[in-house]
């Protein structure tokens, strides 16, 4: 068993059951001052006030916390870490004046990526998202969810999700993997949009899962990438292999792809950037969870979400990092955090539960991870001492994250 002694304040804690915050809930954190929290094989065993902590047995480690903060790891439900190479150029002609849908229709974007992506090994992408993995890991992120999407043809979307299989059983962070086969048409169909579909229907899908290699399917449905109609054909593709939908939409345009996901009880719908009163009237009452994407806003020059008027609204909403590189190229939940409070105005309450629990939920995994709850994983973050919560997104540059645990 490990003893963490002296917690300053334990952050986030819920009560068993809980899976996500909506409306007012939002609002709720509930800590402790002066605390211990006992872990025993990787979970999170009890908690307590200090005065109440068990004495160590023989063989116990006892982890003095010195007066710091013991969070629940950030979980980042929307990622594009499996990539090769990097796209700094584009970056550079966004300085310029183009715009990502420019970039994009120029033949560069994604499949820029996808290029680069086919001629690297298996192994140099693998050691690419290692490295990626493992510098989210060292800020803080616990869970990690990574998309396929710059594969774009059977063997190297294969390839895509075998990289992120082997992740997955090397990092000690939770991994959860989504095909993302309809990211871009592959340069191969160019202009037989409708064949692509095929192909990823009747190809990609069955191979994706008959393989087992993917736990959720996501379309980039929006402007100049995939309709509604063809989000929802590969929608159902996937789900005859128990692949749950997350979706890509509005991000470039109002593309209908909130509807589609709320209709098809898809986990998870990401982006948002561009959303009327429609769209948070389609999410309401739905097990969908809106999961917004700061980091892209931030980069391309986008609007941020609507996050208030979906809180106002009775729902939740999930922070994630996007991190990819074309439009998000940073996997920092803190400054996820921070660019939260910032730009969308959320209170820091509200930003660290769209970045714990409510984005563990995005991924499927808020039975699990995402808060302090006895029976869950101990994926934990140890603090400095600091004055409150909101100095997490107050000072989201400053170095005080001293421990991140990931038991294995
Ligand atoms: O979430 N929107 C689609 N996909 C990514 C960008 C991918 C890229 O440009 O490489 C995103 O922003
Ligand atoms: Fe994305």
Known sequence: MTIITNIGELCGIVPRGVLRKEGAGMDELVTLKDAFLTVADGRIEDFGHMKDCPSPADGDEVMDACGGMVLPAFCDSHTHICYAGSREQEFIDKINGLSYEEIAARGGGILNSADLLHSTSEDDLYLQTMARVNEMTAKGTGAIEIKSGYGLSVEDELKMLRVIRRVKEDSPATIKSTFLGAHAVGRAYSG???????????????????????????????????????????????????????????????????QVAAANGALSADHLERTTPAEIEALRGTVTMPTMLPGSSFFLGLPYGRAKDFIDSGLGIALASDYNPGSSPSGDMRFVMAMGCIKMRLTPERAFNACTLNSAYAMGVSDILGSITKGKKANLIITDPLPSLAYIPYCYQSPFIRKVLLPE
């Open 192 to 258: 037989r949009q409708e064949e692509y579909v095929d192909l990823v229907c009747k190809e990609m899908v069955p191979a994706v899962g008959e393989a087992k290699l993917a736990d959720f399917i996501d379309v980039f449905c929006d402007e100049g990438f995939f309709t509604p109609s063809q989000t929802e054909r590969i929608i159902i593709a996937g789900q005859e292999y128990g692949l749950r939908a997350k979706i890509h939409a509005n991000e470039l345009a109002v593309s209908g792809g909130v």
